[in-house]
């Protein structure tokens, strides 16, 4: 993968985005492809489900994260816990996933593993007592350190083998086996006429490894500069789109 870019932007000849450009949604908010011969689809929601596994993928949930800010005084407003936990109850009541495997970067820092954090979490766990979970651990786990025990949150290193998946958190192209990643928050610059831009959290799929976007609401994009042969889903809301592939 190339490194990134904060230029690179892809032009879409409509100034609206979300009418004009091709939608691939098999159903609403969801994409079914295929990925090292397994069938898994793509969520709107930022996350990736594999069916055959009954497993949901997310990268990058950065709980703890306003918390870590608020700590360091920066008066950030509450809820962005409660509400990605939100997310991922409704995700896993509609995919009837039985498996959430995290691609690391699940905590944000120290600072923000607050005890308002531990009890929305821990109260989160018992509405899901049946649920397996794996952390794959990311660079900012390794800072803020592994989950408490009574989370019930096993945590592994990277790469993890999910044949024919290797759970991952920095991106890379192994040569064997297929990676699923985060630690980028890919994001793709969508650009219209009369110089129109928006910036769009998207999957990156390529011939070794996918990208997943950031699954946590209070993070950031990154132009995730993508190569021939890869394919770029963008996410509107509760769309999905194609984008144009790279001719070179």
């Known amino acids: 993968m190339r490194a990134i870019s904060s230029s690179e ?14 939608a691939i949604a098999d159903a609403p908010g969801v994409h079914t492809t ?3 011969g397994e069938r898994v689809e793509l969520l709107a929601e930022r996350a990736m489900h594999w069916p ?21 005084g920066v008066p950030l407003p509450r809820g962005s816990t409660g509400a990605d936990l939100d997310r991922l109850s409704g995700l ?11 691609l690391g970067d699940f905590l944000h820092a120290a600072t923000g593993r607050v005890t308002a954090l531990d009890r929305a979490f821990a109260a989160w766990r018992e509405l899901h007592t049946g649920l397996e979970l794996l952390l794959v651990r990311g ?3 390794d800072r803020a350190g592994d ?27 192994p040569q064997s086996g297929y990676a699923l990643c985060g630690h980028v928050h890919p994001g793709v610059w969508l650009t219209g006429p009369a110089e129109q831009r928006e910036r769009l959290p ?22 995730a500069a993508h190569t021939r042969g890869d394919r770029v889903v963008a996410i509107a809301a509760t769309r999905l789109f194609a984008l144009p592939a790279r001719s070179h």
Do not use: Q
């Open 52 to 72: 055959a596994t009954a497993t949901l993928f997310v990268a990058d949930v950065h709980l703890g994260k306003a918390a870590a800010f608020r700590a360091g």
């Open 139 to 141: 660079n900012h786990d």
């Open 147 to 173: 989950p408490p025990g009574h989370w019930n949150v096993p945590v592994v290193d990277e790469p993890y083998a999910l044949a024919p998946f290797l759970a991952c958190h920095l991106p890379v192209s």
């Open 9 to 22: 932007h892809i032009p879409v000849p409509s100034s609206d985005f979300e009418l004009r450009m091709p």
């Open 92 to 102: 896993i009541a509609r995919t009837g996933a039985r498996r959430l495997v995290i």
């Open 202 to 223: 998207c999957f990156v799929l390529g011939t070794r490894r996918a990208i997943l976007p950031a699954f946590g609401s209070f993070t950031g994009l990154a132009t």
């Open 34 to 36: 295929a990925l090292a």
